[in-house]
């Protein structure tokens, strides 16, 4: 059956027969055959060839779906299992949320290299609203995200905090180094990542919190983009002190000083379940955590 789903797979991913069976390393009609023993088993059509691709049917939705999980569980147990009498090894799919990713994932990964050679790590990095997404569809085995998570299927640990600052360029005419009012706050440029983000996330609650309605907001999909363009005096943000420390001891980016501020979030490791946690998910997220505390 893991063979069939596997097969049933790569056909839904590629929606072409022959591209599954170039991946697979099969024939086109052994896919062909593996496709019929999986519809015969289920009882109903999984796929409809047209001219141009495949499709899956509706009752082919479901079984790919599950196809998936069964399959990510499926290996997820072979590991465990090969685990308990071994040191770790084999792949360890990451994800996370830019801040993390661009700015403390790598020195973590590094450490994990030195430590832990065997284990091979592969990451994705997207906002907050992907990772959790790759999570609850296998195709990640561990997260680390910023913002809240609502997701009622997925563990969440919380391992760090972060603080958060109201930032403008270091040669910014519109502020000196008093307090700034809101008032100011409120008629600037703001600069904000895109919706899904945590730091978007923690943009809007800043705004709330604060009882402010700037009207000119630009949207960036990268907090190195945003950086630059607070440098260049474009306009104001919010962001993790984490991402500006060199930016900060060069003076070309300012912490500005505004009541209320700076504010506190979390950073949070997230998987599907803490049963299913391989020794390598769980050597990561200790390594996380030593790295957090130094």
């Not at 519809?39 to 082919?60: D, F, P």
């Amino acid at each position: 059956m893991d063979q069939l789903l596997s097969v049933f797979i790569s056909v839904a991913d590629k929606r072409n027969f022959s591209r599954a069976a170039e991946e697979l390393h099969m024939t086109q009609p052994a896919v062909s055959q593996q496709i019929q023993q999986l519809e015969k088993y289920i009882g109903t059509k999984l796929l409809l060839r047209t001219n141009k691709s495949v499709e899956l049917t509706k009752a082919g939705n479901i079984v790919y779906l599950h196809a998936k999980e069964i399959t990510a569980l499926y290996k997820r147990m072979t590991m465990l299992v090969n685990e308990l009498n071994n040191e770790p090894t084999g792949p360890l799919k990451i994800g996370a949320s830019y801040t993390f990713g661009e700015y403390v994932l790598p020195h973590i990964l590094a450490r994990m290299k030195n430590l832990f050679p065997n284990i091979i790590p592969s990451v994705q990095i997207g906002n907050t609203r992907d990772i959790a997404r790759a999570i609850t569809s296998h195709e990640i085995d561990v997260g680390i995200v910023e913002g809240d998570i609502s997701q009622r299927n997925i563990a969440i640990k919380t391992v760090s905090t972060d603080q958060m600052f109201i930032v403008a360029g270091g040669n910014y005419q519109n502020f000196s180094k008093m307090e700034v009012s809101l008032e100011q706050l409120e008629q600037e440029n703001w600069i904000v990542r895109e919706e899904g983000s945590g730091t978007r996330d923690a943009t809007e609650k800043l705004f709330q919190a604060l009882q402010i309605s700037p009207p000119r907001l630009m949207e960036f999909g990268s907090t190195q983009l945003i950086k630059e363009a607070v440098e260049a005096g474009l306009g104001i943000s919010y962001l993790s002190e984490l991402t500006f420390k060199k930016e900060r001891l060069m003076d070309t980016i300012r912490a500005l000083k505004v009541k209320g501020t700076p504010i506190k979030r979390n950073f949070s490791v997230i998987t599907i379940s803490p049963e299913l946690h391989t020794k390598s998910i769980n050597l990561f997220i200790e390594l996380i955590e030593n790295h957090l505390k130094n």
